[in-house]
């Protein structure tokens, strides 16, 4: 068993890493799908709209995940929740692989999504353990981990799903996954519980929190808003690179994954510059590089440059803005730090589930132009968020 950890006394590196590459295996579940849509559409014989739904049921139950599970993390042991979410994710993949038909598939993404939510309880925890000099850095360090996972998980699921098949990158998931419940089982500490009471108090306290703190509203509004427009770009893009000028597979798909490395290097040292610039400033610049990444992709639709240059400007805004206002929010109460995560994220991933749903109905409507439109507006809703009065904490 892993030796308990003083809170504020600092994080084991060793650990940190560890949980970072965990992190990074489990939230690649919610992505693996992206580079497939466009081959499960044709195998399921099956409309964009409802391969769109493939996407669009993982985040929806990736939301409800991080809303219904996490908190329970202060209440019960770390190491069984990860344990028991990762044991479900398992299976939940592998119904995917052998699934006959798109309901099937949506069903089984939905709880695929439901837990998957893992990586943010390795992110509080890394922040209430750690030194207050070294809490940024160390959330940036997992958070790094995490966008790593998801741009690996493009560029193999697309490799695996054109070489061998979907099914075939669904069973390699949960494989992943078991392995990576082997490590937790070796590493993971049990922690003290930071709420004494049962788990309806528990979730009534997410409500005095979402009350409480003003900045939580407002940081958790703005991450939305550009997490929606980061997939409303991604969950039609399969579709864009089938067609002409492109006529791409999976392949392909899962290669323009790796344009965005420049948004994971970037999650690891926005914490840094968080105090001397603020977390407003910041969260400006991010929306302007995904605003200006979407006139890339109106512009030049049919060039490779173009869209590889937005990829990578979309990138570096979204998970700028993420990280500039995720970290701060583990000051505001850091006994409640789960309790918080869980609503900046919940409502993060209703803003990537609504963005999903958008691109779908823009795509099925009024194709790339629709969907540049929608993801626009969302970047433009980003930055108008930081044009409201400065609280602390903004």
Not at 7 to 20: H, I, K, M, N, V
Not at 270 to 288: H, N
Not at 323 to 337: D, G
Request: aromatic residues 10%; charged residues 10%.
């Amino acid at each position: 068993m892993p030796a308990m950890l003083r809170e504020g006394a600092g994080f084991p590196r060793s650990l940190l890493l560890t949980l970072a590459v965990i992190a990074g295996v489990s939230v690649a579940n919610l992505y693996y799908n992206q580079p497939l849509l466009e081959m499960l559409r044709t195998e399921l014989h099956t409309t964009t709209l409802e391969a769109n739904h493939i996407a669009l049921y993982t985040q929806g139950g990736y939301a409800l995940g991080l809303f219904f599970i996490i908190p329970l993390a202060d209440l019960v042991s770390r190491r069984r929740i990860v344990l028991v979410n990762f044991s479900v994710l398992v299976l939940s993949l592998l119904a995917i692989a052998a699934a006959r038909d798109i309901r099937t598939i949506h069903l089984f993404s939905f709880l695929t999504g439901l837990c998957s939510v893992m990586p943010h309880i390795f992110i509080p925890f890394a922040a209430q353990y750690s030194r207050p000099a070294d809490k940024a850095r160390n959330v940036g360090i997992i958070l790094s981990g995490l966008l790593s996972g998801i741009l690996a998980s493009r560029v193999v699921s697309g490799a695996v799903g054109e070489v061998l098949g979907w099914r075939e990158m669904y069973c390699i998931a949960a494989g992943l996954m078991v392995l990576s419940a082997l490590v937790i089982l070796r590493v993971l500490p049990d922690t003290p519980r930071n709420f004494t009471g049962g788990y309806g108090a528990l979730m009534r306290s997410l409500a005095t929190l979402f009350s409480r703190y003003a900045a939580l509203r407002l940081h958790a509004l703005r991450a939305a808003l550009a997490f929606g427009s980061f997939m409303c770009f991604w969950a039609s893009l399969a579709f864009k690179m089938a067609g002409a000028p492109f006529h791409a597979g999976s392949d392909v798909v899962g290669l323009l994954g790796l344009c965005g490395i420049a948004g994971a290097v970037t999650a690891s040292h926005v914490g840094v510059y968080i105090p001397r610039y603020g977390v407003r400033r910041l969260s400006a610049v991010g929306a302007l590089l995904q605003l200006a990444a979407w006139g890339l992709f109106g512009a030049g639709a049919g060039s490779y440059a173009a869209i590889v240059a937005g990829i990578v400007l979309i990138d570096i805004g979204m998970q700028g803005i993420q990280l500039c206002n995720q970290a701060p929010l583990f000051e505001l109460e850091p006994q409640a730090s789960n309790r918080i995560n869980t609503l900046f994220m919940s409502i993060y991933f209703i803003g990537g589930a609504f963005g999903t749903l958008l691109s779908g109905l823009a795509w099925s409507r009024w194709g790339w132009p629709g969907v540049v439109a929608a993801g626009a507006v969302l970047a433009f809703g980003s930055l108008l968020t930081t044009l409201t009065p400065k609280r602390p904490q903004q």
